[in-house]
């Protein structure tokens, strides 16, 4: 019986205390400020994939002229993706459809992007997408920025 109760206890602790490192690990994230919560869907298909599958759910931060995207489901202190603000294209937006309204947050709108080439949906909300728009848009002076 005393094995059984500290076993659970260890458990719980254990549980508790993993819980509590994602908290600080977020807290970390968003202590050098100006970041938002976007989804994020990388090598997507041409055609638009409804199905939900593949999105992850994160924490995007800006860094200069680079966004830094963390999963939040992580204990990695490094970003799990970066997109140079020089190389991002935005190719579209739309809203949420078919299983997707239930991979993402409730207001989110998705916006398809190019990256080097590679294609990426973020998700986001629409006054985290009036920032990210705006961000873009403030490149500095030679930079190209391809906004839609």
């Known amino acids: 019986m005393v094995l059984a109760l500290t076993v659970c206890g260890l458990v719980v602790l254990l549980a508790a205390a993993g819980l509590f490192v994602f908290g600080v690990r ?9 970041t938002f919560d976007c989804s994020l ?12 599958k593949g999105w992850g759910y994160g924490i995007a931060r ?24 020089s190389a991002i ?6 809203a949420p459809e078919g299983e997707e309204e239930l ?23 629409e006054d985290a997408l009036t920032g990210f728009l705006a961000w ?6 030679g930079q190209r920025v391809n906004v839609a």
């Open 89 to 94: 294209e935005v190719a579209g937006r739309r």
């Open 62 to 85: 800006y860094s200069g002229d680079r966004i830094e995207w963390f999963r939040v489901f992580s204990y990695a202190p490094r970003p799990r993706r970066i997109l140079e603000r």
């Open 26 to 34: 977020r807290r970390l994230i968003q202590r050098s400020g100006g």
């Open 41 to 52: 869907r990388w090598n997507t298909p041409e055609k638009s994939d409804t199905s939900g």
């Open 136 to 141: 873009l848009e403030a490149a500095p002076p």
């Open 103 to 125: 991979a993402l947050l409730s207001d989110a709108i998705v916006l398809a992007c190019l990256h080097r080439g590679t294609r990426l949906e973020l998700a986001m909300s």
